[in-house]
């Protein structure tokens, strides 16, 4: 194989990558071709390990090495809340913040009628299932302020409600350090929507 066409697949399968163009695949490729054989099979390495050794928690679908995620093992969290996200990237930017100590539920995607993703594609029988068998007192439900989001929420909410469940949503508004000349008025309405006493 020539030199041309190895290069062009590798720049084929990087373009792939999600949020990476032409010339960010251009980057990478010629950064790993002046690499050292060694960086770039630790690269190699890597990858490989992560998808045979990284799948997702029989439990609340984020990602896990073993049969339960950390989160799902650690005895230390409330176990009475349950966190409900779109994706396992989720979990990882709501456990940055600190502020949450509860279990998770990763649904696996959103509705959306469009992508032809209904309720039935996603991890929704689990997480009922789980309201059904574990001492769980709120649903918090985290998925992104957007059209798919929010019908993921509502369709949730009205599905756990019935159960004397409480239901709640992130809140969502005006971002720290903001200007509300430059909000958008879907943003600055929820902002007023949800605000709180001081």
Same mark, same amino acid.
């Given at each position: 194989?020539?030199?041309?066409?190895?290069?062009?697949?590798?720049?084929?399968?990087?373009?792939?990558?999600?949020?990476?163009?032409?010339?960010?695949?251009?980057?990478?490729?010629?950064? %790993? %071709?002046?690499?050292?054989?060694?960086?770039?099979?630790?690269?190699?390495?890597?990858?490989?390990?992560?998808?045979?050794?990284?799948?997702?928690?029989?439990?609340?679908?984020?990602?896990?090495?073993?049969?339960?995620?950390?989160?799902?093992?650690?005895?230390?969290?409330?176990?009475?809340?349950?966190?409900?996200?779109?994706?396992?990237?989720?979990?990882?930017?709501?456990?940055?913040?600190?502020?949450?100590?509860? %279990?998770?539920?990763?649904?696996?995607?959103?509705?959306?009628?469009?992508?032809?993703?209904?309720?039935?594609?996603?991890?929704?029988?689990?997480?009922?299932?789980?309201?059904?068998?574990?001492?769980?007192?709120?649903?918090?439900?985290?998925?992104?302020?957007?059209?798919?989001?929010?019908?993921?929420?509502?369709?949730?909410?009205?599905?756990?409600?019935?159960?004397?469940?409480?239901?709640?949503?992130?809140?969502?508004?005006?971002?720290?350090?903001?200007?509300?000349?430059?909000?958008?008025?879907?943003?600055?309405?929820?902002?007023?929507?949800?605000?709180?006493?001081?």
């Amino acid at each position: 194989m020539s030199a041309d066409r190895s290069l062009q697949i590798l720049l084929d399968e990087l373009g792939r990558l999600p949020g990476i163009g032409p010339k960010s695949a251009q980057r990478i490729a010629y950064h %790993l %071709l002046e690499a050292d054989a060694e960086e770039a099979r630790r690269l190699a390495d890597a990858i490989l390990m992560v998808k045979s050794e990284v799948h997702f928690c029989s439990r609340c679908f984020n990602y896990a090495t073993g049969d339960e995620c950390a989160i799902c093992e650690d005895s230390s969290r409330d176990r009475g809340r349950i966190c409900v996200v779109g994706e396992p990237r989720d979990v990882s930017a709501i456990e940055r913040t600190g502020s949450y100590r509860g %279990l998770y539920h990763v649904l696996g995607g959103v509705i959306s009628p469009m992508d032809k993703i209904g309720p039935e594609q996603l991890h929704v029988r689990e997480l009922l299932a789980r309201l059904g068998t574990e001492d769980i007192d709120e649903v918090i439900i985290a998925t992104n302020p957007n059209i798919e989001g929010e019908t993921t929420a509502s369709y949730l909410a009205r599905t756990i409600k019935p159960l004397g469940i409480t239901v709640t949503r992130l809140a969502s508004g005006l971002p720290v350090g903001g200007d509300l000349e430059y909000a958008d008025e879907l943003t600055l309405g929820r902002a007023i929507e949800a605000r709180r006493a001081l």
